[in-house]
């Protein structure tokens, strides 16, 4: 498997190491020590916030796709008390790449170097003093999400 990014491991996990490659510069900055909740840990940073990928890394080979950087760097975040997972849209074809010779993009089939990914989630519902928002979600699939962020 793949190494995990600093970001990735610090929200999935719930903690990241003090030494770990991706904090560079920022490893003995004090400004870390706001993001890490409860007591100091000498080793790492921590939260207490219980995140989830609605996306599994393994399922989606790179979001990201230049020259000199190909890899995961695009998440969907939550927690699994308030979203579900029913689905995820696929990787992009890996493929359609090499037959193409595509070293990266932006491309002229690509137009972004970040290839979108999506989640679908069920609604849950929840017993609260608070009045609800009753607003309509369409569901995940290229066609109807395409068409409802043009009518935005």
């Known amino acids: 498997m793949k190494s995990v990014s600093g970001v990735f491991e610090f929200l999935s996990r719930g903690q990241i190491a003090r030494n770990h490659p991706d904090l560079k510069g920022f490893r003995e900055d004090?400004?870390?020590?706001?993001?890490?909740?409860?007591?100091?840990?000498?080793?790492?940073?921590t939260h207490s916030l219980r995140l989830d990928s609605a996306v599994e890394m393994c399922n989606i080979p790179f979001t990201n796709y230049t020259l000199d950087f190909k890899g995961m760097i695009d998440y969907i975040f939550s927690t699994p008390q308030s979203l579900a997972r029913l689905g995820f849209l696929g990787a992009f074809d890996s493929n359609w790449v090499a037959q193409n010779k595509i070293i990266g993009f932006p491309h002229p089939h690509v137009p972004s170097d970040h290839i979108p990914i999506m989640a679908q989630p069920p609604k849950k519902t929840f017993k609260s003093k608070r009045q609800a928002v009753n607003k309509q979600v369409p569901p995940y699939n290229l066609k109807i999400a395409a068409a409802y962020k043009a009518r935005r």
């Open 30 to 45: 004090t400004c870390l020590e706001r993001f890490s909740s409860g007591t100091r840990d000498p080793s790492n940073y």
